[in-house]
């Protein structure tokens, strides 16, 4: 059964630093594209990254994060991980990945495509 469960949510400090993990069972990552979406408080989930199967080794990011996050793969984990750094205040939501089974061997990604999600971290940045 394809599952996909996030960690290393928490509470950090503006400018502080964190990184997501999405492992997964059932479905090899590396072999499909992966994305990483947030909800702020009474806001609609947004994008903040995605990247394509390891064959595109594409990466985008949300202007919003660009510069301060990173996208990669553990493929002996079988993790897709999201370095954050410089956080916001406006950076706080709950986190979710995502992937998108469409494609095998994607060389892109998109957003709208994402299919499976898991339940997501809650990610709170504040002094």
């Known amino acids: 059964q394809l599952q996909l469960v996030e960690s290393g949510g928490g509470l950090v400090q503006p400018g502080g630093s964190l990184r997501l993990s999405c492992a997964a069972s059932?479905?090899?990552?590396?072999?499909?594209?992966m994305g990483w979406f947030r909800q702020a408080p009474g806001k609609e989930r947004e994008g903040v990254s995605c990247?394509?199967?390891?064959?595109?080794?594409?990466?985008v990011y949300a202007d919003s994060v660009a510069g301060r996050f990173t996208i990669s793969r553990d493929n002996a984990k079988n993790t897709v991980n999201l370095q954050m750094n410089n956080l916001k205040p406006e950076d706080t939501g709950v986190y979710y990945c995502?992937?998108?089974?469409?494609?095998?061997?994607?060389?892109?990604?998109?957003?709208?495509?994402?299919?499976?999600w898991g339940k997501g971290t809650l990610v709170t940045v504040s002094s």
């Open positions: 990247m394509s199967s390891s064959r595109g080794d594409r990466a």
């Open positions: 995502a992937v998108d089974r469409y494609v095998y061997g994607s060389t892109e990604c998109h957003y709208y495509s994402m299919d499976v």
């Open positions: 059932g479905i090899t990552l590396d072999n499909y594209a």
